[in-house]
């Protein structure tokens, strides 16, 4: 399986643009790259996936480089209300059935 | 998207005792999974709930400890049985839905939780 690792923690402010880098570097093939975004006192909430390239929805975009061994997760303009835990995971149906493995998480605090 | 109900949302139980938790999906999913989140960690995964069928457990985790059951398609529960304050912690399912392309893609939606107080 492969192990993901990103920054404890992290503070902003609002208005920024806040990037969170995740690095991979035994992803396999058929892995896909999610991000997950948790709240306290609430369960875990996708918030984008990735296999390669960039990705963009109406949350976030996820920027992802030709040899996959990292990504980042942007969040334009955040707000108070980005403040959460986010939670990188790799990994697809085929190499986990089903299964999510999560890390540590990076805790993202923003300040008015 | 999938709305996961779980019950009861927090409990305190007393050493010795055990805690069901239910969890209700708002449609059919393929697969469902029992988690444990210590307060300030990160999720670790518990079992799998399968339909019809035992429950995939792994390691560190054990039936008699976390009996798990999942009668149909939208339903499980978790019983934390036998109680100690070392089980204080929140609980959590998710579920993957049936459409091809969420599990081809693994996309999983979750609970509230439950969070459980052992005295």
């Known amino acids: 399986l492969a192990k993901t690792t990103q920054p404890i923690s992290m503070d902003s402010y609002e208005g920024q643009e806040v990037n969170i880098t995740c690095s991979h570097n035994?992803?396999?093939?058929?892995?896909?790259i999610t991000w997950y975004q948790q709240f306290p006192s609430q369960g875990p909430r996708f918030i984008i996936q990735g296999y390669k390239t960039k990705v963009t929805n109406e949350v976030a975009s996820l920027f992802i480089p030709a040899d996959r061994k990292s990504s980042t997760l942007s969040l334009p303009r955040v707000s108070l209300s980005d403040t959460a835990v986010y939670y990188c995971?790799?990994?697809?149906?085929?190499?986990?059935?089903?299964?999510?493995?999560f890390g540590q998480g990076t805790e993202l605090s923003v300040k008015p | 998207s999938a709305v996961i109900s779980q019950k009861p949302s927090r409990d305190i139980c007393q050493r010795g005792t055990s805690l069901t938790i239910q969890c209700q999906v708002d449609?059919?999913?393929?697969?469902m999974f029992w988690y444990r989140q210590q307060p300030g960690q990160s999720l670790t995964l518990i079992a799998t709930a399968n339909q019809g069928s035992e429950a995939t457990y792994e390691s560190g985790f054990v039936i008699d400890k976390f009996p798990i059951s999942r009668p149909n398609l939208t339903f499980s529960t978790l019983t934390v049985s036998n109680l100690s304050p070392e089980d204080s912690s929140i609980y959590l399912c998710?579920?993957?839905?049936?459409?091809?392309?969420?599990?081809?893609?693994?996309?999983?939606?979750f609970g509230a939780g439950t969070r459980l107080s052992v005295l």
């Open positions: 449609s059919q999913v393929t697969m």
């Open positions: 035994n992803i396999a093939t058929n892995d896909y």
């Open positions: 998710s579920a993957l839905r049936g459409d091809r392309a969420s599990i081809a893609k693994n996309i999983q939606y």
């Open positions: 995971l790799v990994g697809s149906m085929y190499n986990q059935g089903g299964k999510l493995i």
